[in-house]
């Protein structure tokens, strides 16, 4: 299993940027994906960003194409998540996840969460 810490969330007007980061530990000798997801007030957890074991493959949700870019720094156990362009709707608690395997969307695919973030987008 891995722990993941999340980090970098805020308060921050609508157009402006984050960086979120999540810091792994445990098994972390294995490949994995890994992913940020998002639970907005009152609604359902949902998929934003996902990344394979290498980085070399991406998706993201069509809500933040283009203003979000997932990265991973593999020697620092670290994953990443820059967010421009921010909008009042991307107001949320990130997490981060991780699985070992390929990149995949779907919540119940991933064993290893964080805590989460709150991101908060001020109009």
């Known amino acids: 299993q891995v722990q993941l810490v999340e980090s970098g969330g805020g308060l921050v007007q609508a157009g402006g940027s984050l960086r979120l980061s999540c810091a792994a530990s445990?098994?972390?000798?294995?490949?994995?994906?890994m992913a940020w997801f998002r639970r907005a007030p009152g609604k359902e957890r949902e998929f934003v960003a996902a990344?394979?074991?290498?980085?070399?493959?991406?998706y993201y949700a069509v809500s933040v194409k283009g203003r979000f870019t997932i990265s991973r720094d593999n020697a620092k156990n670290t994953l990443y998540l820059q967010m421009n362009s921010l909008k009042p709707e991307d107001t949320a608690v990130y997490y981060c996840?991780?699985?070992?395997?390929?990149?995949?969307?779907?919540?119940?695919?991933?064993?290893?969460w964080g805590q989460g973030t709150q991101v908060t987008v001020s109009s």
């Open positions: 996840a991780a699985q070992p395997g390929a990149l995949d969307i779907a919540t119940t695919i991933y064993g290893s």
């Open positions: 990344i394979s074991w290498i980085g070399g493959s991406t």
């Open positions: 445990g098994r972390t000798s294995s490949t994995y994906a």
